[in-house]
């Protein structure tokens, strides 16, 4: 099973910028396509950003389309999300999370028959007014 660490939340002001990381270990990095999520308090996760393996094809959710970006170093077992202008009803805790399919990432929060092969223990995100 891979394993993930997120790092890099924090705060920041509407309209300001974060970079999140997720370093992978355990299995081959390479293997997984690896998705952005975010889980708001009281409300359900919600996907992000999608990347495969190689890192050639991303897929984004509508809401961070143009926005958002999700890049991958395979050398440095590590994916990246940057976010550009955020807003406060971004807040919430940001999670990555691994799968050898790319489909999983996309549908795993709509279906909950679905389940990623890894997750990580999320970063809280706080945009401030």
């Known amino acids: 099973q891979v394993q993930l660490v997120e790092s890099g939340g924090g705060l920041v002001q509407a309209g300001g910028s974060l970079r999140l990381s997720c370093a992978a270990s355990?299995?081959?990095?390479?293997?997984?396509?690896v998705g952005w999520f975010r889980q708001a308090p009281g409300k359900e996760r919600e996907f992000l950003a999608a990347?495969?393996?190689?890192?050639?094809?991303?897929y984004y959710a509508d809401s961070v389309q143009g926005r958002f970006t999700i890049s991958r170093d395979n050398a440095k077992n590590t994916v990246y999300l940057q976010m550009n202008s955020l807003k406060p009803e971004e807040t919430a805790v940001y999670y990555c999370?691994?799968?050898?399919?790319?489909?999983?990432?996309?549908?795993?929060?709509?279906?909950?028959?679905?389940?990623?092969?890894?997750w990580g223990q999320g970063t809280l995100v706080t945009v401030s007014s």
């Open positions: 999370g691994a799968d050898t399919t790319f489909h999983t990432l996309v549908v795993v929060t709509n279906d909950k028959r679905q389940d990623l092969e890894g």
């Open positions: 355990g299995r081959t990095f390479s293997n997984y396509a």
């Open positions: 990347i495969n393996r190689g890192g050639g094809s991303q």
